[in-house]
DNA sequence: CGACTGATTGATGTGACTCAAACCTTGTGG
DNA sequence: CCACAAGGTTTGAGTCACATCAATCAGTCG
């Protein structure tokens, strides 16, 4: 499979390295670090898609389709692996049993894309904030081994959870700060805290299925 | 291809004839009807994720897992085509080329959910539902050659097309008023017809590109 | 003809937005 | 090393879109 890779790539946070509408010239695999995948609309406000960690596949289109859908931008430094879409051709052609497993990834992003349209049509505000920051913490449980207790790190502004969420920053700003006081969660420089884990899970209202599918490869 | 599926299935309209955390058994092609794909939240509501129309794919589930992670209901009398989960690895096996068909679809049906939960999480309550009625409208052009005229089939509740959009029933109620008063778009006992497609499409702030990659199969 | 499901409308409440200002951090250049 | 710029965070006051609650009405079916 190596021999496949054109090599890695590194990425500065605030860079966006895929733009929708531009060529879809290659599929990134993220290796290491945050990044978000969004779009905007034509209202000039920016939706969200879904969160990019280690393991995630960016950049895959339909065959018949060679423009990007969808932008993507770093949120930290970020390690990436790229593989030619050319290349991709021929490596399913080799390995047959890839194309199974691409399909599967593609399906398992769609159940997080799924979740995630779950809970911006039905939750209030302060459930969408802790159903994400829940999300977050599995997922990054899940790919990062090194997580030590209730801390992990959150590089997102009040700006890209509101977006990702529908919401203003300004009320996302808000319902953090009564997140903070309840004593539930807490977000500073860079890192979510938990304080309360029981809580907040009580008031994600979690599916707690999707937990256990992490739509990792590698 | 032929040889691998099992058969047809009719269904009349109101089944459930997929339901999440059911054993996922098999793959349905839509043949012709309309179906919601949609998924139970802890509160009791519904949240519809997208709607299937000739050419859909349901019911494909990750490997690993082997329950459905959605549901599916029947709007209308619905013709299915019905591929057992075992056999899709043997088709695999045979024509490799069908894994990179299989996730090219899987990535359609992704932009699409895309395009759903931007609606959703950015655009007022007018916005989502004209919107909503022009991706039908695209896409039952699409399917259906033979679609005379500003008239489609609408086989959707006022209840169902708030479960989709994340608005009450009630609320849509208000938003198709005044979309009749309006001269926009009318709906009326299973059809929608639209009085002035040009503002139509205008209130949607439709994504036009995504009208160029339909999902189909076959 | 009830019974039921979906559509319609009104009155009232509220969660989230808008506008606006101040504050804090972090990085930068003189 | 300080001044300043720039982004992000925090807070308040006022407004509005949509929800909730509650009836009534229309169409359909056994």
Redesign the pocket.
Known sequence: MEQYKSGDRLVEA?TEFLSQDRQADSIYTVLSGWAIRYQWLSDGSRQILDFALPGSILGFEPEAMDLNRHSAEALTKLRLCILPRSKLIQLLAEFPEMGIKLASIGRSEQITLAQHLSNVGR??????ITNLMMELLVRTRATSSNVIGDTIPFP???????DAL????????????EL?EDGIAV????KLTILDEERLMEEAELDHRHLAAPMEVN
Chains 1, 2 share one sequence.
Do not use: K, P, W
């Open positions: 605030g939750r209030r505000a302060r459930a969408r997102l502004s009040q700006e890209v959870i509101g529908g919401l203003t920053s300004v009320h996302v700003n808000r319902m953090m700060r903070r977000v500073r420089s860079g």
